[in-house]
């Protein structure tokens, strides 16, 4: 099992920034596809931001020219940058890892959600 640990997220104010981490120390991160999710009340889960282990990235389109994925190999971490927050970026966010292929273990891992509320 792949171990993630989440930090960030929180309560903040529309037009605000939050920085969301996930860390992955026990893998080979380099190689790994990795990205986030979020899961809004009564709504089903869906990608918010991707990045391959090549550093392409794909965002859904609600939040282009908002939010930035990253990634640093060194830290074995990556980080979801959300910038001019709306209140429809209210949810839970999870990230994950892909795995380049089984050898390495699950095909993907989740970290454990972390809160997102936007509201005044």
């Known amino acids: 099992q792949v171990q993630l640990v989440v930090s960030g997220g929180g309560l903040e104010q529309p037009g605000g920034s939050l920085t969301l981490s996930c860390a992955a120390p026990g893998i080979i991160f380099s190689i790994y596809a990795v990205g986030w999710h979020r899961q809004a009340p009564g709504k089903e889960r869906e990608l918010v931001a991707e990045?391959?282990?090549?550093?392409?990235?794909n965002y859904v389109d609600s939040v282009l020219g908002r939010f930035t994925i990253s990634r640093d190999n060194a830290k074995k971490t990556f980080y979801l940058r959300m910038n001019k927050l709306k209140p429809e970026d209210t949810a839970v966010y999870y990230c994950?890892?892909?795995?380049?292929?089984?050898?390495?273990?699950?095909?993907?891992?989740w970290g454990q959600g972390t809160q997102v509320t936007v509201s005044s």
């Open positions: 990045i391959t282990s090549g550093v392409a990235t």
């Open positions: 994950y890892v892909d795995a380049p292929n089984t050898w390495y273990g699950p095909a993907r891992s």
